[in-house]
């Protein structure tokens, strides 16, 4: 009886060129600049971060861009136990929904300095930037959000 | 079975490389021109559908992106098809049968520009004994375009002629992205890109969207003042195997035509899904349309080919000129898969 054939390699590659457009490359330049923005919906008023330049809830265009705060505050979050292929982190780490001062939708981000088991739904943070000479125009120019303390402004 | 209109339709400019928008930047105009167009109000549409392929934007899922144009919120009836816009345009078509809604709104998008569109097509192909040999999308019709030029009589000279025509139709098509005035002779005389296929039996690769607004019976006539009705829609696939086809017809084609009655009555015009030349031959043939007929108004996907669109967008300029009174009665048709392996023909007719 023959042998079976098991397997054969068809190997694909394929590069994409991918265009952030122009409201997309909008945000990610000021992020390199250290700024974050938004877009606010004409109807609905919410301000939308990242802007994709139209309102989810209405499906209308949007183009007010909102300058927002780097402080936040952290809406739910989780403790990553799991190890993985390719993780740059030591566990546990913590992934936060954190909203920015000023939007209406959160962005996700990492929280650090601080124990994994201190972090709380409504605690303060804000981003820990990369240095001046690092900042690029995309999300990893923020290495993480930590805790603040605002009692001293309060 | 319910009366189903086509009340409006609206698509992107096609271009090359839109580098100011992403998909669904595209879109978002493009629906909001298709629904304000029609007259129905976008919480009186009950069943929303999409047609896009992840392939094209080289991410899982791109689909979904999209929703951000409807304004989906409170939540929508939604279903998408991995496949040209004229098959969602079909499953809305079915779903208006159910009785409970009225309208749906169809729409179609994909950039073509961020991979290399050539390649891209190769992984419809059949993946254990086709695709490893990367046969570019070019190259595999070019195989069809010659064993058609070998076995009936048509001429290189008939495939110029076709382009010559949709070129000079899209002069009047403000959307499409190769229009004017070529001389065949001139054509004919530039160098092949794959044998027997030259440059100008070739669609443009182009970054697009379109949308279509059905509405049925009663509805229809309020918001529209000429509907165009669909009096017959059907779409037949034909083997994977390119081997196993006889690549010189469509008989795919000619069965869906047939079932949606085109040569029940004259047909004013007909906008046929050809992206190379020698491929409206084939479906001319297949739908047996006379000289009578104007084919492709638009220029057709010789004047702009966005992928996952450009079927959709046959059937919404058959529509459109139904609707504006150039034609009482007109034929749209999609196709999809290597060389014509899926073939949709949708019938439109006035009051």
Redesign the interface.
Known sequence: MSEPVTEIRTPIKLEYVYTAGDVQSQFLRAVAKGQLTGHRCSQCDKVYVPPRGLCPTDGVATSEVVELSDKGTVTTFCVVNLPFYGQSLEIPYVCASILLDGADVPIFHLIQEMPADEVTIGMRVEAAWVDDAEMKPNLASIKHFRPISENASA | MRDVAIVSFAQATNLR??????E??IL??V??EAVEKSGVK?DEIGFTVSGSCD?L??QPFSFVMA???????PPIQESHVEMDGAWALYEAYVRLQHGDIDSALVYSFG?S????LL??MV?QLD??YT??LWPDSVSVAALQARALLESNGHSERDLAEVAVRSRKNAKQNPKAQVAGDFDVDALLAEDYLVSPLRKHDCPPISDGAAAIVLATGDLAKRVCERPAWIRGIDHRIESHSLGARDLTTSPSTALAGEKAGVGDGPVDVAELHAPFTHQELIIRDALKLDDNVQINPSGGALAANPMMSAGLIRIGEAASQVMSGNAKRAVGHATSGPCLQQNMVCVVEGD
């Open positions: 490389r839109n580098t100011e928008r992403d669904v930047g978002q105009p629906v909001a976008r392939f934007a080289g929703l951000d144009v409807l304004g989906a919120w950039k520009s961020p991979g290399d390649d891209v992984l993946p254990y695709a490893p």
